[in-house]
């Protein structure tokens, strides 16, 4: 079949949705940055399209950067669509009902830097989630005595080092699959693993010289076609799911949504249900915006508008009543059902992430639905008890409810990712409230649990 008469065929391959994780600085972005890059020098004209929050890489572009690698013929999937926004933090916001919207993610580690906390982090959140993954072993053009060479697979690369440079880098990647070793993940160079589903394969790469690049795709593509190919099939023409990245105030149209499309289509003028801080919001698609080409970006206009985009796809909606969306929420085309059945499954969409609160505990805030469900369940794997978890910025209200816990008990908020505002920090210092605020969440749970017990130690 050739393109023309899939591209809307009910049941069509959606293309897989990759993230990227990892401890800062460790070249989560100029992997990101080199694959597309990549993709832009091999291919062809059109090579990648960019998105709102993604851009994607068709199957002939992967084939033609992982070169003899990757025999187009052997995949039906499209492409790969990455989420342009790197770190575990856009990973959490991106949930999708019943676990992470990403299909696969690739963890990326500094060789020279190992495991590192947020590295730590990811992992965790992957395991949790049961995203299937694999790990770049990123900067290996550091080792020293490197001989470089981007033109082969970094298999025979690695295999034509000098004995000194291959000793360096053993050394170093087996301590990283000793690593995930110790979180429960068997792992092994990725030439090595048979079953990418039972080992988790790691890819010696350099963002900086390309090397490893064409095998890591190689490695995905392998991994979402073999293993997960079910979560592709999708009716990409029935009703649009998706979920908001991004809340923002647009030039020309107020308030819009960035949102990741998982499932189906959306079109200008469909109704729309979007998951908020109160009760869902109901309205109607005024306008789909995608990316300008660069070359077009000379005038004023960012976006163009189009009539419809199709999983899986970043778009931008602007609708009116969009001002409480929330980041990590649902979005859900309501087609041939009724209002009132969509906006149900909206809601037990959210109430999924709703929090089991105590009456006593620390108050919890979150940029997002998805990292404030990731925080929460770390609060409750440190049986730390939560009194209320909410997404938003620390304010005034928010210092209040930690002073109603009992006296002789703490009063903490813990926010992660959000600003505290200057009136809610002088009223926590005014009335004893502690504050932790932090984007590492096993920083906060570490932080919280050191207050608690020097503040036990001097009650002795
Ligand atoms: P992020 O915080 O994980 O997104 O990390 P960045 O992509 O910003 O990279 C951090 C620094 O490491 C930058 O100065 C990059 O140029 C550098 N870097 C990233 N990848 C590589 C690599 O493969 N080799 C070398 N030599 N430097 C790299």
Redesign the pocket.
Known sequence: MSDADTTDDPGDLRTPIVAVL??????????L?KIRGSAVIEGEAGAITQHIGATAVPLDTVSEVAGSLVDPTEFDLPGLLFIDT??HHSFSTLRSRGGALADIAIL?V?VNDGFQPQTEEAVRILKDTGTPFVVAA?????TPGWNPNPDSPIQQTYEAQSDRARSDLDEALYELIGEMSDHGFSSDLYWRVQNFQKNVGVIP?????GEGVPDLLTVLMGLAQRYMKAEMEVDVAGPGAGTVLEVKDEQGFGKTVDVILYDGTVRSGDTVVVGAQNDPIVTEVRALLKPRELAEIRTEKRFDDVDSMQAAAGLKIAAPDLDDAMPGAPVRVVGDRSVEEVVAEVEAELAEVAVETEEEGVVVKADTLGSLEALVNALEEAEIPVMSAEVGDVAPRDVAMATTVDEDKHHVLLGFNVDVLPAAAEKAENEDVRIFDSDVIYQLVEDYEAFVEERERAQK
Not at 22 to 31: C, F, N, Q, R
């Open positions: 990892g401890h800062v600085d460790h070249g989560k972005t100029s992997l940055d790197p770190g990326v500094d990123n900067k290996v053009d550091t790469v350099s963002a900086e010289t």
